[in-house]
T-cell receptor
Framework: GQNIDQPTEMTATEGAIVQINCTYQ??????LFWYQQHAGEAPTFLSY????GLEEKGRFSSFLSRSKGYSYLLLKELQMKDSASYLC?????????FGAGTTVTVRA | IAGITQAPTSQILAAGRRMTLRCTQD?????MYWYRQDLGLGLRLIHY???????GKGEVPDGYSVSRANTDDFPLTLASAVPSQTSVYFC?????????????FGPGTRLTVL
């Protein structure tokens, strides 16, 4: 089976940094994805990690430790438009298993 | 059409009725997926298709069926709807069913079964 855990909610101030953690226990591992989902909309791709380490894409970075079953998504210089749910998804058997998502609220 | 489209956008359905949710992609992706999203549970895979002509069961397949007659279309059918099938349904596709299978999602169908 697949078990993917992430916090339910986080709140941060505009301009700040927020780190969303994701821990997973899966029967296999082919990679880890982060998706962003605004309320009432479809999820959209943010990042992909398959090797240990940090992947940076502008204001967003994603880290993976396969030995620890751990990833985080780092959002820097937060903007109001970053208020959304962030979904951690693990490719365990060439199909994605999703965490329940972390709702991030950015306050002015 | 650009990307993935789903129809209808929303639907209210009486319990016991049959319903087909439509999904069409124009990216020539091999793999397609159906998920349901419920508050607090995240996205759960219902059925998938790695290529036209093949389908497989996901985590929560009971009460649902799919077909994949061609590359572009992947309809999801509820044979006899029940209230527990009230959810938001997302269709997705990916270029391959192997590693690095980044999935692209449709806009979703909000289904209410009364």
């Amino acid at each position: 089976g697949q078990n993917i855990d992430q916090p339910t909610e986080m709140t941060a101030t505009e301009g700040a940094i927020v780190q969303i953690n994701c821990t997973y226990q899966t029967s296999g591992f082919n990679g880890l994805f982060w998706y962003q989902q605004h309320a009432g909309e479809a999820p959209t791709f943010l990042s992909y990690n398959v090797l240990d380490g940090l992947e940076e894409k502008g204001r967003f970075s994603s880290f993976l430790s396969r030995s620890k079953g751990y990833s985080y998504l780092l959002l820097k210089e937060l903007q109001m438009k970053d208020s959304a749910s962030y979904l951690c998804a693990v490719d365990g058997d060439y199909k994605l298993s999703f965490g329940a998502g972390t709702t991030v609220t950015v306050r002015a | 059409i650009a990307g993935i489209t789903q129809a209808p956008t929303s639907q209210i359905l009486a319990a016991g009725r049959r319903m087909t949710l439509r999904c069409t992609q124009d990216m020539r992706h091999n793999a397609m997926y159906w998920y349901r999203q419920d508050l607090g549970l995240g996205l759960r895979l219902i059925h998938y298709s790695n290529t036209a002509g093949t389908t497989g069961k996901g985590e929560v397949p009971d009460g649902y069926s799919v077909s994949r007659a061609n590359t572009d279309d992947f309809p999801l059918t509820l044979a006899s709807a029940v209230p527990s099938q009230t959810s938001v349904y997302f269709c997705a596709s990916s270029a391959t069913s192997g590693a690095y299978n980044e999935q692209f999602f449709g806009p979703g169908t909000r289904l209410t079964v009364l």
